[in-house]
């Protein structure tokens, strides 16, 4: 009898559930009592009633899908107002509008590869999301990991190439919630003649004056060497990615990114959420400042009980925990007592320490931000 060519999966699931590292799927209610701190509605937007109209409003008018590629019949004039109104928010040339932030950071990472043979370099910081390093990966170019937020690194491995180079990195890293040293990484680049890639996913909407990104708070946006991606689905509520940068490097990626030529475009409702959600960040950029001092507040009081936290530079507060088994108990406990939180375990952690990731919200109010707090040190682990 032949063999069962998923027998190996049996194995593999058993070595991940004692290592405690089994992921589970868990739908969420639409009426869900939980407070959330796990999910990505930086802002508040994503029930904002402005936000939800805009989405039927897209739906109504524009169908439920967008029904093809963006080359074919998949762009709408929603979709080229979005794209008008990210790149004059965000202070950049151009922007091209994508059916995920993972899709978005795949194109600029390969489309600005070039081809096999170009001699082109991507230097990747080592703390880098996933779809940085995936299209790292997939890129057909020579590729070096350097140490996280080191821009001497990234000199030393620039000053060592001869040829073409993009310096990759994010601007707000999703686990820690640190900053990258964006100035300095800008400098480095120039200093041999690379450009800058920045996934700013987890800056636009929290950082820079009015929530217009970590891009624009360096004075980086619009610079010719400079690309910026971001995400739709955090501080706008919605669904979808974007690049930012020079009109040539758009349309470079119009006529040769994989994931814009052969994705189905945005559905026309995400895209006109985030319209209307960037509408609202700009008449109450009040968010932006809230959604850090939020943020600031769970660090205070969670250090303040001892235990260890990284201070967050802008939404993302990440909370050891000291083991991956502890995690899973430490956020099911928090979940028992009406409170959702993010727990991130490896492979998903860069070095392999667990974590709960909790997400700053611009609409908890100063009550919630405590409740919350003492939920986590009251079920907090022993170390």
């Known amino acids: 009898m032949p063999q069962d060519p998923f027998d190996w999966i049996d194995a ?27 999910g990505n509605d930086y802002l508040g937007l994503t029930h904002h009633p402005e936000v939800t109209e805009a989405a039927a409003d897209a739906a109504r008018r524009w169908g439920a899908g967008a029904t093809g590629s963006r080359l074919v019949t998949g762009s709408t004039a929603l979709h080229a107002r979005l794209e008008a109104e ?7 040339e151009a922007a091209l509008v994508f059916s995920s932030g993972y899709a978005a950071n795949l194109a600029a990472v390969t489309a600005l590869s070039g081809s096999v043979g170009s001699g082109t370099l991507l230097v990747c910081d080592e703390g880098n999301h996933a779809s940085l390093i995936d299209g790292c990966r997939l890129a057909r170019a020579e590729r070096t990991v350097v140490p ?6 990234v000199r030393k491995s620039l000053a060592a190439h001869r040829g073409r180079a993009i310096a990759v990195t994010d601007s707000v890293f999703s686990v820690d919630g640190d900053a990258a040293p964006l100035p300095a990484l800008a400098a480095a ?13 987890h800056g636009l909407g929290v950082l820079g004056a009015g929530g217009r990104g970590a891009v624009h708070a360096a004075g980086l946006a619009g610079d010719g060497d400079v690309v910026a991606t ?10 979808g990615g974007a690049v930012l940068g020079p009109a040539r490097v758009i349309d470079h990626l119009v006529s040769t990114a994989r994931t814009f030529i052969f994705d189905t475009g945005l559905a026309p409702a995400a895209a006109g959420a985030a319209l ?4 609202v960040l700009r008449r109450e950029p009040g968010r932006a400042g809230r959604v850090r001092a939020v943020a600031t507040a769970l660090h205070g009081r969670l250090t303040a009980a001892g235990l260890t936290a990284v201070r967050p530079d802008a939404a993302v507060v990440s909370v050891r925990a000291p083991s991956p088994a502890a995690a899973v108990r430490w956020a099911a406990d928090c979940r028992a007592a009406g409170l959702a939180v993010g727990c991130f375990r490896p492979p998903s952690v860069p070095d392999g320490v667990s974590r709960l990731r909790l997400t700053a919200r611009a609409d908890l109010s100063d009550a919630q931000v405590m409740a919350a707090a003492d939920a986590i040190v009251r079920t907090a682990p022993a170390a």
Not at 276 to 279: G, T, V
Request: aromatic letters at 2%.
């Open 189 to 201: 680049c120039r200093s041999g003649g690379a450009a800058l890639l920045v996934d700013d996913a």
């Open 86 to 92: 990210l790149a004059a928010f965000c202070g950049f």
């Open 230 to 239: 971001v995400t739709l689905s955090k501080s706008l509520g919605s669904q």
């Open 148 to 153: 996280h937020a080191d821009p001497e690194a």
């Open 12 to 38: 593999e699931h058993e070595r991940l559930r004692a290592a405690g590292l089994v992921r589970t799927l868990r739908p969420r209610a639409a009426d869900s009592a939980l407070l959330d701190l796990a």
């Open 276 to 279: 209307a959600s960037l509408e």
